[in-house]
């Protein structure tokens, strides 16, 4: 049996490789909540630095934080076989994606999604969000819960409008120690409607979800229903038929992701200060001056940041269709753009009615294309 590990990384190595300047091995670190020491009467005898130098491997993790005791041992099995795991398919995912693979893509395209939604909940915060969520006490019980949670995004995220935007050169995306990062324009930090250092719920429409693949490119996912048509007064509406779990496993295109833009230096400055508002405690960038944002921004006000988040409307591709698959043994799949199914026995025969009337309206529509035009009828799978 190898060593058991404490070091536990909630920010995979490989990950915060990505953010690193070519040549560089280092990233400059802001830590927003310094230590302070206190002597023994309680006075502040000093801060903690606030500016630290440390390489991937040498931060975002914490002793033993996912190490569960059980049968009078401790054990490391969810950071060795759980995160093992995801972040190896996450990592070879995300790639794929950068790569323009689209094999591999459709191959691993929910472990992008697999890989996100346990990155939002293994970090501190992410598990402060999962303790006030399940008001689980005790380090097995919560371990128990966030991997009961951890797909709760998924179909959310894969049924919205995607986009992968460019950083120009000589700029670049920061990353926090809470990196996938949930923006809505009309929902502040600190609003008093959300709870305390929790983010928007992402099943109102304006929550965007913003995700930075690497120093260069960031990976935006915004629901379809706000991108064709925005506003204050939907930021805080559910989006149709949300759901944080699907067992029906619905059929999702990632074909149509928007890869067109590249943002502007002041654009990718406001990125970086949205995730610094979002972070923890800890982001990383690759100068000290990266830490800081919103010395170089024209305003910090909420509501006026992220416009340009939104995907170009010429680009929105109208995913408003109704998908029907059959299957070959003769069985239907049926399908809106919002994920919703045939609830009943009778819904589903009225369906199946509708697909094979269509179906042989094609059919009859062929035959007579071809016939005008002097072919062979079309000869059909299940001829």
Known sequence: MSQQSHRHHYIPIWYQKGFLAPAQTSFKILDMRPDVFRDATGKVRGVGRTILNKGPDAHFWEPDLYTIRWLGRTDDVIE??????????????????????????????????????????????????????????????LMVAMQELRRMHCVMWAEGCLEIARAPEGSGFIFSDHPVVLFNRHVFPGDPKIPAGQDPALHWQGTQTLFPFDRERLYILT????????????????????????????????????????????????????????????????TEDDLYPERHLKTTVWSKLGEFLLPPKHKVVKQAGYTVVRSKDGSYYFQDQFGRRPQSKEEYEREVRRAKEMEAHIRKLLTKHRAERGEPPPVFEDD
């Open 80 to 141: 060795r076989q759980l995160f093992g795991a995801i972040d190896t398919y996450g990592k070879r995912a995300i790639e794929a994606w950068l790569a323009e693979d689209f094999n591999t893509v459709h191959d691993t395209y929910w472990q992008v999604y697999e890989f996100m939604d346990a990155l939002r909940l293994r970090t501190p915060k992410g598990l402060r969000f999962v303790q006030a969520t399940t008001r689980k006490q005790s380090q097995l019980d």
């Open 223 to 286: 629901h379809v229903e706000y991108a064709h048509s925005p506003g204050p007064s939907k930021a805080r509406k559910p989006r149709t038929n949300p759901r944080y779990f699907d067992p029906g496993n619905p059929m999702v295109r990632y074909d149509d992701c928007i890869r067109s833009r590249t943002l502007t230096p002041q654009q990718v400055l406001e990125v970086n200060y949205i995730i610094k508002a979002r972070a923890d405690r800890y982001i990383a960038g690759r």
